[in-house]
């Protein structure tokens, strides 16, 4: 079993649509989450970062995590053409280990 | 806002030959990691350093070295480039507390041929 499991998609949505991407995980001694975003042909852009669980919101964007759960999400609001990228979830053990999921691919149609 | 800064974002380089890869950090940051990146296989961490002058084998060092003479400098060094090394090789730093997020630079494709 993978450390990290995330849908690969692709997921493809209308313009405007709330758009709802998870990660699970199985290893209790992970202790911070992060969501990153990522164009094509660049590299990883960190979008949000929470060690807590319940939610933590930066405009349009929301990260949630239910630790007793051992899963992860993240919400895009009013999504645009614009965020059209592939997501990662990722999660941290100490400053120095850390571990990802293979990536969500995203289209917003417009 | 950090800037972790690759010093090519394209390169192309023949079998058997030596090749250096180059990154530089502005945070003065304690960690910096060497990632590559492939369809299918998300990424894979080839080595990090927590120091000036420390190294750890990541999951797949095998054909690669690294260098840290500077903090916030550490570079890749594919001894002899073969073509399974061609990929997306991201370099990565963090702040080295505990729940310190990883920021990447923008990448190097690497085409072997």
């Known amino acids: 079993q993978k450390e990290v499991e995330q849908d690969p998609g692709p997921l493809s949505v209308p313009e405007g649509a709330i758009v709802s991407l998870n990660c699970t995980y199985s290893n209790s001694a992970f202790q911070y989450f992060m969501w990153y975003r990522q164009y094509s042909r660049k590299g990883p852009e960190l979008l949000m970062y929470t060690y807590s669980s319940g939610n933590k919101e930066d405009g349009r964007f929301t990260a949630q995590v239910d630790k007793s759960s051992k899963y992860i999400s993240l919400f895009i609001r009013d999504s645009q053409p614009s965020d059209s990228a592939t997501y990662l979830c990722?999660?941290?053990?100490?400053?120095?280990?850390?571990?990802f999921g293979t990536g969500t691919s995203l289209t917003v149609i417009p | 806002d950090v800037k972790v800064t690759q010093s090519s974002r394209y390169l192309v380089k023949r079998t058997g030959e030596k090749v250096f890869l180059e990154c530089v950090q502005d945070m003065d940051h304690e960690n910096m990691f060497w990632y590559r990146q492939d369809p299918g296989l998300g990424l894979r961490l080839i080595y990090f350093?927590?120091?000036?002058?420390?190294?750890e084998k990541g999951d797949i060092p095998e054909g690669y070295s690294v260098s840290r003479e500077k903090k916030e400098r550490f570079s890749l060094i594919l001894e002899s480039a073969s073509t399974n090394q061609t990929s997306m090789y991201l370099c990565a730093s963090s702040a080295g507390l505990y729940n310190s997020p990883l920021h990447f630079g923008n990448g190097t494709r690497l085409t072997v041929t």
């Open positions: 990722a999660m941290g053990v100490t400053g120095n280990q850390f571990y």
């Open positions: 350093s927590y120091d000036v002058k420390m190294k």
